[in-house]
């Protein structure tokens, strides 16, 4: 849900060893750079893995967060189409929750330019499971602004098969995509998940009686199902993967 996904169950660096290590895979060395890192939750993780991390986030007030709670991880100002780094620097880029905003005519030559020979990209997003009955339930209440196609495994992959591709006619810079699922859960109360989902993109371009009436429904749902009524539950989660490898 979080730009910086929380991937610790999700595993950050290999599909095959998704209980020891993470979404890189076998990357060649320990530098990962966290691209959009936003307040450094995933950046946390990496360096809980053992990763040397460089973090980089557009957004000038995210860095100084990250750099409170995680002092030791350089974090720079710079965005996908612009990184801030000399050439083959990082072994494996991570991006959480955040690779479908890049432009990836200019970004993918970017990333390119940063990863050594054979380096890893990798995207992950945090989905919840509307495999279970009552996830499904919230979702048609909510509609499509408030749980949206990269929300649900059901459609994750099909979104975000193509978010390392540049447009048509601009060559591509990675190998063949591979995508994975990672299960996982957040503890919530009815009340923190209405108020996260309410920050979602589609939500806040709504006008605010619809908005209200859609975080209304949501409330009214919630209360009404076993699962979600009584105090803290378990929002059951996936971390999807899309890993491809520099050409």
Same mark, same amino acid.
């Given at each position: 849900?979080?730009?910086?996904?929380?991937?610790?169950?999700?595993?950050?660096?290999?599909?095959?060893?998704?209980?020891?290590?993470?979404?890189?895979?076998? !990357?060649? /060395? =320990? &530098?990962?750079?966290?691209?959009?890192?936003?307040?450094?939750?995933?950046? @946390?993780? *990496?360096?809980?893995? +053992?990763?040397?991390?460089?973090?980089?986030?557009?957004?000038?007030?995210?860095?100084?967060?990250?750099?409170?709670?995680?002092?030791?991880?350089?974090?720079?100002?710079?965005?996908?189409?612009?990184?801030?780094?000399?050439?083959?620097?990082?072994?494996?880029?991570?991006?959480?929750?955040?690779?479908?905003?890049?432009?990836?005519?200019?970004?993918?030559?970017?990333?390119?330019?940063?990863?050594?020979?054979?380096?890893?990209?990798?995207?992950?997003?945090?989905?919840?499971?509307?495999?279970?009955?009552?996830?499904?339930?919230?979702?048609?209440?909510?509609?499509?602004? !408030?749980? /949206? =196609? &990269?929300?649900?495994?059901?459609?994750?992959?099909?979104?975000?098969?193509? @978010?390392? *591709?540049?447009?048509? +006619?601009?060559?591509?810079?990675?190998?063949?995509?591979?995508?994975?699922?990672?299960?996982?859960?957040?503890?919530?109360?009815?009340?923190?998940?209405?108020?996260?989902?309410?920050?979602?993109?589609?939500?806040?371009?709504?006008?605010?009686?619809?908005?209200?009436?859609?975080?209304?429904?949501?409330?009214?749902?919630?209360?009404?199902?076993?699962?979600?009524?009584?105090?803290?539950?378990?929002?059951?989660?996936?971390?999807?993967?899309?890993?491809?490898?520099?050409?």
């Amino acid at each position: 849900m979080a730009r910086g996904t929380d991937s610790r169950r999700a595993g950050v660096f290999g599909f095959r060893q998704a209980q020891h290590g993470t979404a890189a895979g076998r !990357a060649p /060395g =320990p &530098r990962v750079l966290d691209l959009g890192a936003g307040t450094g939750k995933l950046t @946390a993780t *990496l360096v809980a893995l +053992g990763a040397e991390v460089i973090a980089v986030e557009p957004d000038s007030a995210m860095p100084a967060e990250l750099r409170r709670s995680l002092p030791t991880v350089r974090a720079l100002p710079g965005s996908a189409e612009a990184i801030p780094l000399p050439d083959a620097t990082v072994d494996a880029v991570l991006a959480g929750n955040a690779m479908h905003w890049f432009d990836m005519a200019v970004a993918g030559p970017e990333i390119a330019r940063v990863l050594a020979p054979g380096g890893i990209l990798a995207g992950l997003w945090n989905v919840m499971d509307d495999r279970v009955e009552w996830v499904a339930g919230l979702a048609r209440v909510g509609g499509s602004a !408030a749980i /949206g =196609p &990269r929300d649900t495994p059901a459609s994750w992959r099909a979104e975000t098969a193509g @978010a390392h *591709l540049p447009e048509i +006619g601009v060559a591509a810079r990675f190998g063949s995509a591979e995508q994975a699922e990672f299960p996982h859960g957040q503890r919530r109360t009815a009340d923190s998940l209405v108020a996260t989902i309410a920050t979602r993109a589609g939500m806040l371009v709504m006008p605010a009686p619809e908005q209200e009436t859609t975080l209304g429904r949501m409330r009214a749902f919630l209360a009404s199902r076993p699962e979600t009524a009584r105090g803290e539950f378990t929002l059951p989660m996936l971390t999807g993967v899309l890993r491809v490898r520099r050409l």
